[in-house]
């Protein structure tokens, strides 16, 4: 059974960081383009950040770049959010997704995790 677990969320203040991680059970998430995605309440889902599967290329939605940074451990099939100068926008569950292209559109994604919670506040 294909599977996604995102883990790390939590409370953080202002100016804080967080590392999620994205860990896949019943494939191996090098053969995948990953992307992370994020949901604020009352807001539509959006694309974050994503990692090919082939070099690692990533790539940011304009709001997170340079604050964001996404990266893949194969050998432990994992896929990281390292998540810098945490800003109150940026609260929202978070999710990781898993395909062949990346790509920060969700509709390009047939594997998703349930999500894990970041709050940013004083």
């Known amino acids: 059974q294909v599977q996604l677990v995102e883990s790390g969320g939590g409370m953080v203040q202002p100016g804080g960081s967080l590392r999620l991680s994205c860990a896949a059970s019943?494939?191996?998430?090098?053969?995948?383009?990953i992307g992370w995605f994020r949901q604020a309440p009352g807001k539509e889902r959006e694309g974050v950040s994503c990692?090919?599967?082939?070099?690692?290329?990533?790539y940011y939605a304009e709001s997170v770049k340079g604050r964001f940074t996404t990266s893949r451990d194969n050998a432990k099939n994992m896929v990281y959010l390292q998540m810098n100068n945490l800003k109150p926008e940026d609260t929202a569950v978070y999710y990781c997704?898993?395909?062949?292209?990346?790509?920060?559109?969700?509709?390009?994604?047939?594997?998703w995790g349930q999500g894990t919670q970041v709050t940013v506040s004083s």
């Open positions: 019943g494939f191996t998430l090098d053969n995948y383009a």
């Open positions: 997704a898993a395909d062949s292209y990346p790509s920060l559109h969700e509709g390009t994604y047939a594997y």
């Open positions: 990692i090919s599967r082939a070099n690692g290329s990533t």
